[in-house]
């Protein structure tokens, strides 16, 4: 009985596992950071409206408001396209792994396959 046949059905699962575990990509915790930031930024902006002009906080956004908002979305797209590349790029590594993994095993079995045995000397 070959030994890399899994016994159970939470083997499968455990092996499955360790081979999805893949480092997390930087860039994607970036954008939810640079998101999370435009979404405080316009939240606090809709806040002043309501508040005293005099507050460092309104005269803060009142003058630097506009730039940061467009700061903040370049950083977002930035990141998102970074990340969007990066996981591409993981993702066609592990494809070739596995069809290289793949192609092994197939070559491998086919060498055992009844179809290449030679015929019985009769």
Do not use: C, K
């Amino acid at each position: 009985m070959p030994s890399n046949i899994p016994i159970s059905d939470e083997e499968t699962a455990n092996q499955s596992t360790a081979r999805n575990a893949q480092p997390l990509n930087p860039f994607f915790r970036l954008v939810v950071v640079a998101a999370g930031s435009f979404i405080v930024t316009i939240l606090a902006s809709i806040a002043t409206m309501f508040g005293n002009e005099q507050a460092p906080l309104t005269r803060f956004l009142n003058h630097y408001g506009g730039g940061l908002m467009a700061g903040e979305v370049a950083l977002t797209l930035v990141a998102g396209l970074l990340a969007l590349i990066t996981d591409r790029r993981q993702s066609g590594r592990r494809l070739q792994t596995r069809t290289g993994m793949a192609a092994a095993s197939v070559a491998d079995t086919d060498e055992d396959s009844p179809s290449n045995r030679p015929p019985p000397e009769t």
